[in-house]
């Protein structure tokens, strides 16, 4: 039966040849007026489709980081496509990534325990790209859990995450994730006031013993982790902390940060007391908090810093003395706070209120300079007046949230959550210039680059709350609904709604594709979640099971189309690691593992090295096999984990492998290698006699199929061996497993040959 399929195969690899080099014949098309006709589409539908259509094979001009809300998890997307290409895994176990089920990954999702307690979900809100000079480099990604105090790092290169680390000071955030110019601090800002370090206090003692703060995480850039050992806090009232933003250019070394219940209200509906909702909005305005925050970590370097479980807080008294925290007043509820591309003005918008306050750096520092204060709040902190801080207030309408700016200078997109709105306006000038619709309940607004010094205009994201009637009802939770709007003419234009089924995204990031240089292949062995050699490291040929009493250890290894061992043979209870290495090179060659009913679960991409544990408690047998349909062969790459029972007796069995083969046998199969070797010469003649090797995926395509036919020799000694000692059925499997390869080397070189098509070499150098 192997026989004729791979009969089939060699016939059909000759056609595909011959195919590949046909030329395509159109049929009869629809006229473009029949398409619009059929699908009601309108000119303005035709201009959409024509601004967002990525074509088949083409690529989108920036990829989006989006928060994925509940889920834990962030989602990337192109634009202009709104195509979704990846969920990163950040606190969120999830199984197609394989992310808490192997050791490695496991490792990083125990960073994020709290109390001794697995989190197993985050509300993420904030990712925030690392920045070089004010401007987004690609190599990093960073994201806040509300929820639950915690930051995440996520390495570009791999789009993995590689650390989580736990707030050990506050008990809520969520004003982060954002980086300084140079990445070098992010910064997290406590939401919900309570007690630091997560004592105990009555709300009676609010004022005295409940704090908001903001956290300064340190990042190592070039070990690519935070440093918790290097970060600070810094106290601040109990005023309900939101939204921060760190300074640039003219502004750098300072921070931002909003705060929406100055009033310091402590609720109490059941008590006969008016809600939070009234008791937070009463006055008409709030703080916003200016933090000199170079100066704090001097001050942290200087000693000057108290310890809260281990962790350094700048506390009030200092701050008030040496001049690190300023209040200025700030519109009714304020939520957004976003610094312009220049540096030069902090604009700050109130739910409440219907105009977007812009305020002045430079008038701030002038105020701190001549130390005019209007006074001091109850915690010792100055406060700067109004006027000598504000630049304009500019009324854009109802609810205005959040800012992101343009690559034309002076213009900035805010978001107007009540209006459901997109505000197009000039921050220097205190003009509205335009508004268009959006459905329903825009939060955040994303531009390209938008909150970096040098925005990249183009397009803007609008990230609304509600969905309701905008796409097929899919039962009563709705998808989120992100739309893109075209702002590279004066007057803005909606282009494509994308609904967003995992969780609400609350904030999007997005990069000019080109930025990003993401590795195709990890170095031999390694553990991702480190980036170090993993010890579970094996090469090809060193595959090894090893048994210390109870201890089974198998250092295996995956490659198409077999795993490295085959049987994996141990006692009832035996405490069982296995480390998987996948020895392909080629991109995009995952493999999976899964051993069934014990919840073992990995996703190996080329080069990885992941573990699995478990105790075999279960007796019987238990197949194991590759998940991902990762080649022709995939459905054979298996094997089996034989737990024998405590007490079995092997009865006396002589082995018998299926179909036994004679000589005919195996000389058809020897013929038959001999024709694949002929078609395999003749597209390695096509391949190399054009200039493959300045095409990186060609080239590694070609050694990928280098190293199958490198495997071919070994094979066939084997085959011959057996031959010589007249077993032929050993003889025509080796010589079947010689086919293997060389059917693996003519795939691979068949996609070589595709690419080398497509991209239109010709021979030559
Ligand atoms: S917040 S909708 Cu969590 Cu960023 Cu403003
Ligand atoms: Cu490897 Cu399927």
Known sequence: MAHNGNRR???????????????????????????????????????????????????DEFLAFSSGGQSGQVIVYGIPSMRILKYIAVFTPEPWQAYGYDEESKAVLNQGRMNGRDITWGDTHHPALSETNGDYDGQFLFINDKANPRIAVIDLRDFETKQIVVNPVFQSEHGGAFVSQNTDWIMEAVQYAAPLGGSYAPLEEFNDKYRGGVTYWKFDRTRGRIDPSGSFAVELPPYSQDLSDFGKLGSDGWSFTNSFCSERYVGGIERGRPPFEAGCSAKDTDYLHVVNWRKAAELVAAGRAKKVNGFSVLMMDVSAAEGVVYLVPEPKSPHGVDVTPDGKYITVSGKLDT??????????????????????????????????????????????????????????????????????????????????????????????????????????????????????????????????????????????????????????????????KPIIRYPAGTNSRTDEISPGKTRP?????????????????????????????????????????????????????????????????????????????????????????????????QGYLLVKPTGYKPTAVTAKAGTQYTQADYEKQIQQNADTQKVIDEVVAYVTARPYKNDPMVSSLMDDATDQLGKVPEAKQKAEAAAAAGNWSDAMLWANQVYQYQVKAADIGLRAKTRLDQTGATPGN
Request: aromatic letters at 8%; hydrophobic letters at 40%; a negative charge.
């Open 9 to 59: 195969w060699i016939r059909g690899f000759t056609a595909a040849i011959a195919i590949a080099s046909m030329a395509h014949t159109a049929g009869a098309a629809e006229s473009l007026q029949d398409v619009m006709k059929r699908r009601q589409l309108t000119q303005e539908d035709l201009m959409a489709a024509a601004k967002t259509y990525v074509p088949s094979g083409k690529r």
């Open 355 to 516: 105009h977007t306050w812009v305020y002045s750096f430079e008038k701030i520092q002038a105020a701190i300079a001549a130390k005019k204060f209007t006074g001091k709040d109850d915690y010792g902190l100055p406060i700067i007046a109004l006027e000598d801080a504000l630049h304009t207030q500019v009324p854009l309408g109802l609810g205005p949230l959040h800012t992101q700016y343009d690559s034309r200078p002076g213009i900035a997109y805010t978001s107007l959550y009540v209006d459901s709105m997109v505000a197009k306006w000039d921050y220097v000038n205190g003009k509205l210039i335009d508004r268009i619709p959006v459905h329903y309940n825009i939060g955040h607004i994303m531009a390209m680059h938008g909150d970096t010094v040098k925005p990249r205009g183009k397009y803007v994201v609008a990230l609304n709350k509600l969905a309701i009637d905008r796409f097929n009802p899919v039962g009563p939770l709705h998808p989120q609904n992100h739309q893109l709007i075209d702002v590279s003419n004066d007057k803005m234009q909606m282009l494509y709604d994308m609904p967003v089924p995992l969780g609400e995204p609350h904030y999007v990031v997005a990069i000019d594709a080109t930025l990003l």
């Open 541 to 637: 040929g060193e595959e090894k099971i090893v048994k210390e009493g109870k201890k089974v250890t198998v250092f295996g290894t995956e490659i198409r189309s077999h795993i490295t061992p085959e049987i994996i043979e141990v006692d009832q209870g035996d405490e069982i690691t296995i480390h998987l290495t996948n020895l392909e090179r080629a991109e995009d060659q995952t493999h999976g593992f899964t051993i069934g009913k014990y919840n073992v679960n990995g996703s190996l991409e080329p080069g990885k090295t992941a573990t699995f544990k478990f105790t075999a408690d279960q007796p019987g047998v238990f197949p194991y096999y590759c998940t991902e349909f990762c080649s022709a062969l995939h459905l054979e790459m």
